[in-house]
């Protein structure tokens, strides 16, 4: 249950209320004086009408199988009238398979997965591979007097292409200019929340908390090169055993306009750990990161959590055991400016895992289908419609605060942005309460 804007008392998450908030307090905002938390509310209110603008886009978002089934439905309409509907059924049973299972599926499923070149081709589905209309083959209401072949109906969905329909869509939506803009600023200036809250608690020193601070000052992106600290910035991503690009950055900059050497800093947004890594050199920042993924740390968890669905499995049971410094923890060069690259990372993840649900003609080749209707990967293809957009949504509405009032709140994830607002509002003015009264021991309600 989310906080109230009245006084009523919410819930908390551990049984010993008076305890767990004293804890939090002493623990995760001790170095929070007064002037700091007003800086820190200061940067709340102004990344505060960006995180409502996403909550705003991401409420209608429409899911796969709703956008799918109504782009589905209009094209069956005109071409068939009112004589089949994407829950109708069809046989797909290639003419020379030995299997002995009745491949039927919905219309739906099987536009949204879609049909190879070869599979259009004349005869390569059996005679009988078509709509069923019998009404005892048809276990569902509905049945109607309209039969079309699999190879028609292959064509149907090669031409609807319902994949690269929902691409579009979700392109239309969040791929356009205000959005990125919006989602760069806010990247800012989460970074800069995450910067007040790990120094709160003492998970940064307070000279990194001082270059993040004048890293994330103002409103424009920073690029390669860019003079910061009297030295030329330089941004890396960051990339795992050869193939898994994590959502992390590697930035090399001076901490201080005094300083005479770089300094490596590995930061990884939203992390439940401590969110920025610094060593001396690049050979340390590959031994941190080493040491985090033997470890089992929470961070190998948070990269799986981000990659691509069909990427986790592979990433979480990659070989620790003989891990290359060289060979499998890499950096390359950013492309793109800093904020403009960690706002893109949500939506890149999203695209990928859409086209599991939905796949564009363009891939339909590629070895990742080719066991979609199997009835195991069709399952996890269902299970992942199901989930998309709320993980999509949970992953861009999570910010550097989270895991703050996750210490004395329960159910953060499902909060809007203004929720998560006023409860950290009513931590830190407990905080300058307990300040006040010389550190007693809180026992004011939330």
């Not at 239309?172 to 600023?185: A, D, E, P, Q, Y």
Request: aromatic content about 8%.
């Amino acid at each position: 249950m989310p906080p109230s804007t009245t006084d009523t008392p919410v819930k908390i998450k551990h049984l010993h209320t008076a305890k767990t908030i004293e804890h939090y307090l002493s623990e995760k905002l001790a170095n929070a004086d007064k002037r700091k938390i007003t800086e820190y509310r200061e940067t709340l209110e102004q990344a505060h009408p960006y995180q409502v603008f996403f909550d705003n886009l991401l409420a209608p978002l429409k899911t796969p199988d709703d956008f799918c089934r109504q782009r589905l439905q209009e094209a069956l309409q005109n071409k068939y009238n009112s004589q089949l509907n994407p829950q109708d059924l069809i046989r797909l049973q290639p003419r020379h398979s030995v299997s002995k299972a009745m491949p039927l599926y919905t219309l739906l499923d099987a536009a949204m997965l879609n049909f190879t070149d070869i599979e259009t081709a004349a005869h390569y589905f059996s005679d009988d591979s078509e709509t069923l209309t019998d009404a005892q083959d048809i276990p569902t209401e509905g049945s109607t007097n309209t039969r079309i072949g699999a190879r028609q109906f292959a064509a149907l969905s090669r031409m609807l292409d319902l994949g690269v329909q929902y691409q579009n869509y979700i392109s239309r939506t969040f791929n356009v200019s205000s959005v990125k803009l919006n989602g760069l600023r806010l990247a800012k200036l989460n970074m800069k929340l995450a910067a007040y809250g790990k120094y709160f608690s003492n998970d940064i020193h307070q000279s990194l908390w001082f270059m993040l601070k004048n890293l994330s000052r103002g409103s424009a992106d920073i690029a390669n090169g860019d003079n910061f600290n009297n030295a030329p910035l330089q941004l890396y991503s960051v990339q795992l055993f050869g193939k898994y690009l994590v959502d992390a950055v590697l930035i090399t900059c001076r901490l201080t306009d005094q300083s005479t050497q770089n300094r490596y800093l590995i930061y990884v947004p939203n992390d439940t750990g401590p969110g920025f890594y610094l060593n001396p050199d690049e050979d340390n920042c590959r031994i941190t990161l080493a040491v985090e993924l033997l470890g089992q740390s929470s961070l190998r968890k948070v990269f799986a959590s981000r990659l691509p669905k069909t990427d986790q499995n592979g990433f979480l049971t990659s070989n620790l055991s003989s891990i290359s410094f060289i060979d499998d923890i890499t950096f390359h060069p950013l492309k793109q400016r800093l904020f403009e690259y960690i706002a893109s990372r949500h939506l890149d993840t999203f695209l990928a895992d859409a086209k599991q649900c939905a796949v564009p003609v363009a891939d339909i080749s590629s070895s990742n289908h080719q066991q979609r209707r199997e009835p195991p990967e069709l399952q996890q293809r269902r299970m992942l419609c199901e989930t998309l957009t709320d993980d999509f949504s949970r992953r861009l509405r999570t910010c550097a605060t989270d895991a703050l009032i996750s210490e004395v709140f329960a159910g953060v994830e499902g909060w809007t942005s203004a929720e998560k607002l006023h409860a950290i509002h009513q931590l830190l003015d407990l905080k300058e309460k307990a300040s006040l009264a010389g550190d007693g021991e809180p026992t004011a309600a939330l």
